[in-house]
């Protein structure tokens, strides 16, 4: 009897990586998490790249070229007779915008037309709101669209509007001023910026006051009669009541008009025409079309504009942290 060989034991090949063993594709099992994760992302990325698009196509490569052109300048050699070159010329525009009078005259202009402006217009809007949200008012769709309606002008026609009525010998205004012996020059050296903020405000009032009247109609109707049940009157529920809790949409609207103001160009830039007061250099933004398109340093514009937009940002975000600031104050104390 002859022995039986060993048992060879049975060698089994591994399926490949993602298979079963009997050749089928193996499915994993997905986090529903991580999917809802992704798709969400994937939505939120769709809906803000319109927003990414124009930023980069509208701020961002507008901002870097003016960086970029601050920075060179066209030069000819040979004493003026050589061809153009572009040459790098560094901080050098910079320190010519900062040290001109003109261009630091403009940003004092610019500083007390906000002083002017700025406060009557966030008041007044405010005031205007306040008084049609408390029912005084009648009529009130219709006066809400008799003061919007001068926000549909175009900026352009407004100031075209208001320098017909500055022009002595074509103004009616003048005219009936005149007949009752009142002489009043509105583009004269100490009337021309109280005439350029009355433009802003005739334009811009109506808008403002139509952000205020939202907010309050969203005020709790309750805290308000809880309040006139208290015994406060309509002066004071307005006042210390209403407005105090439409303080985040008065913050807005006081730090966007704060940034139109602060590029002052169009009104001014009418009015010159008609007013030695106004010189080309009136503002910021006039010294900045100045110096591109009159006197064709594209250098000077381009540092003029960079030094504006810094300080616009750093004013900004300097008002910013101050309410923020004192909204923490108040929120501590309560």
Same mark, same amino acid.
């Given at each position: ?21 009997? /050749?089928?594709?193996? #499915? ?60 790098? #010329? ?14 630091? *005259? ?13 406060? !009557? ?13 408390? /029912? ?51 583009? /004269? ?7 350029? !903020? ?11 006051? @139509? ?17 006139? @049940? ?41 009015? *010159? ?5 106004? *010189? ?18 594209? *250098? ?35």
């Amino acid at each position: 009897m002859t022995p039986s060989a060993p048992a060879t034991p049975a060698v089994t090949t591994a399926p490949p990586n993602g298979t079963t063993a009997d /050749g089928s594709r193996r #499915v994993r099992a997905r986090d529903p998490r991580k999917v809802a994760r992704r798709r969400q992302l994937g939505a939120c990325g769709v809906l803000m790249a319109p927003f990414f698009i124009l930023l980069v196509t509208v701020f961002l490569i507008p901002v870097g070229t003016a960086v970029w052109l601050s920075f060179f300048s066209e030069d000819q050699p040979g004493l003026g007779f050589g061809p153009e070159r572009t040459v790098f #010329v560094g901080l050098r525009s910079y320190a010519a915008v900062l040290n001109d009078p003109t261009f630091l *005259s403009g940003l004092g202009t610019v500083v007390l037309y906000c002083v002017i402006y700025i406060p !009557v217009m966030v008041l007044g809007a405010l005031a205007l709101a306040l008084l049609l949200d408390s /029912g005084v008012v009648r009529l009130r769709s219709w006066a809400q669209l008799g003061l919007f309606l001068p926000h549909a002008v175009p900026g352009i026609i407004a100031a075209l509007i208001w320098l017909y009525l500055y022009t002595p010998g074509i103004s009616p205004v003048i005219e009936v001023l005149g007949k009752a012996d009142i002489t009043v020059d509105f583009l /004269g050296v100490h009337t021309v910026l109280p005439s350029i !903020v009355n433009i802003a405000l005739w334009s811009n009032l109506g808008y403002n006051m @139509v952000i205020f009247y939202a907010a309050l109609q969203a005020v709790p109707r309750e805290v308000v009669e809880a309040a006139v @049940v208290d015994g406060a009157g309509p002066v004071r529920a307005a006042v210390q009541v209403k407005t105090p809790l439409v303080r985040p949409s008065i913050v807005m609207v006081a730090m966007f008009t704060f940034i139109w103001s602060l590029q002052l160009f169009t009104e001014p830039m009418l009015l *010159s025409q008609s007013s030695p007061m106004i *010189s080309s250099r009136f503002s910021p933004s006039m010294y900045i079309y100045d110096a591109a398109f009159t006197r064709n340093n594209y *250098s000077l514009a381009a540092a003029a504009a960079v030094v504006l937009l810094i300080c616009t940002i750093a004013l900004s975000y300097g008002v910013t942290r101050w309410t923020s600031r004192v909204n923490s104050a108040e929120e501590a104390t309560r």
